[in-house]
């Protein structure tokens, strides 16, 4: 008889499931990258590289914005990159807490329901810690509150987030905001066919 | 076959008798030879083999709500893509090349062309309705189950229209339905 073969342990992707290899050609290749950046980045070098300096092009975008605000003496306005989008971001800027600019984190909840095997979902809530919220104890309470399991886990990325079994999208808003009132509902968003949307 | 698949088209889930059990891990170390030392682990004595009946003459072959196993009618049982992942070496194996990825991934089935240039490859022993792996261009895993219609020689000489038809592919209705519960 043949020896026995050893199982491949085939490499498959957090966000898609497919092999890693064939994110390229999934639902949604975008949103696997963080992902694949993390845990496969010798399958896409170039791609990643490429991201990196985008990134790398926004975060100087960046820095040249907050420059401009701060030295807004105006008159040289009409530099300013147009459209309603910046001067939102501004406005965002703006917003947070004293010297917490450098830290290019927004403070924002985001919650994302993924369906898992078409009858079950997860809903994922990320950004509670940026609120000062522990996220052991916002996971307790979020079981709780639903009468379901709810769980701190390693994101994607490397940050933490709260995974809820079931769809509680829609009554959590104003669960998040009662048990915590440190979080604003401007600042709840969800993430809907992969945008954004505001919760309030 | 299986583009729109899910629990809704499972009609009848049967443990099966010990002796269907035996049939059916007979033509599956049959049709898979290099299988037959891990049969032990993939199928296991003890534990219940369940057939499910699905639409069009489908079956699934499931062990502990793993589906593991297809085939029609009373035609060759193929691995799940799940399966072939673990244990490539299990079937012979065909490639098309990058172009014809998409297309595949879309349930296509798949055409003499994208075996043939220079991205394909054919594994020249393999006969008409054979199941073979589908590999692909630049890519180490299977992307697909094919089911022969063209004998690879034949693919070659003719090379047009379908030469294989796609069984089984990667996010599919079976790819999704990683465990029947
Ligand atoms: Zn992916």
Not at chain 1, 85 to 111: F, H, M, N, T, Y
Not at chain 1, 143 to 153: I, N, Q
Request: charged share 30%; aromatic share 6%.
């Amino acid at each position: 008889m043949a020896e026995k073969p050893q199982a491949v342990r085939v490499l498959y992707c957090g966000i898609c499931g497919l092999p890693a290899e064939y994110c390229e050609f999934g639902p949604d290749f975008e949103k696997c990258k963080p992902w694949l950046r993390r845990h496969a980045p010798d399958l896409y070098p170039d791609l990643l590289l490429k991201e990196e300096n985008e990134t790398d092009a926004d975060k100087a975008a960046r820095q040249l914005q907050s420059v401009a605000i701060s030295g807004s003496g105006d008159g040289d306005s009409s530099s300013a990159p147009s459209g309603s989008a910046s001067a939102s971001k501004q406005d965002e800027v703006k917003r947070l807490p004293g010297g917490k600019i450098k830290k290019k984190e927004k403070q924002e909840v985001v919650i994302e329901k993924i369906v898992r095997n078409k009858r079950k979902c997860v809903t994922v809530v990320k950004g509670l810690e940026l609120f000062g919220i522990k996220l052991s104890d916002a996971s307790k309470k979020l079981g709780k509150k639903f009468a379901t399991g709810a769980s701190v886990v390693k994101g994607p990325t490397e940050k933490e987030q709260i995974d809820v079994q079931g769809d509680i999208a829609y009554d959590i808003v104003e669960f998040i905001t009662e048990t915590w009132p440190a979080v604003p509902e401007t600042a709840i968003f969800f993430i809907e066919d992969g945008r954004k949307v505001a919760a309030a | 076959m299986f583009k729109k698949f899910s629990l809704e088209d499972i009609s009848a889930q049967n443990q099966v008798k010990a002796s269907v059990q035996r049939k059916i891990r007979q033509s599956i170390a049959d049709e898979y030879p290099g299988l037959e030392p891990l049969l032990d682990d993939i199928l296991p004595k003890k534990v219940p083999l369940i057939v499910t009946k699905c639409q069009n003459h489908l079956n699934l072959v499931v062990v502990n709500n793993v589906p593991l196993f297809f085939n029609i009618r009373d035609g060759p049982y193929m691995p799940t893509l799940r399966l072939l992942h673990q244990y490539p070496d299990i079937m012979k194996k065909f490639q098309v090349d990058r172009g014809a990825i998409k297309f595949v991934l879309s349930g296509a089935n798949i055409m003499c062309p994208g075996l043939t240039s220079p991205g394909g490859a054919l594994n020249e022993e393999v006969l008409e309705e054979t199941p073979v792996a589908i590999m692909a261009e630049g890519k180490q895993h299977a992307l697909a189950i094919g089911y022969t219609k063209l004998s690879a020689k034949d693919i070659k000489t003719i090379n047009k229209g379908i030469g294989v038809d796609n069984m089984h592919y990667l996010n599919d209705g079976l790819w999704k339905m990683e465990r029947l519960e």
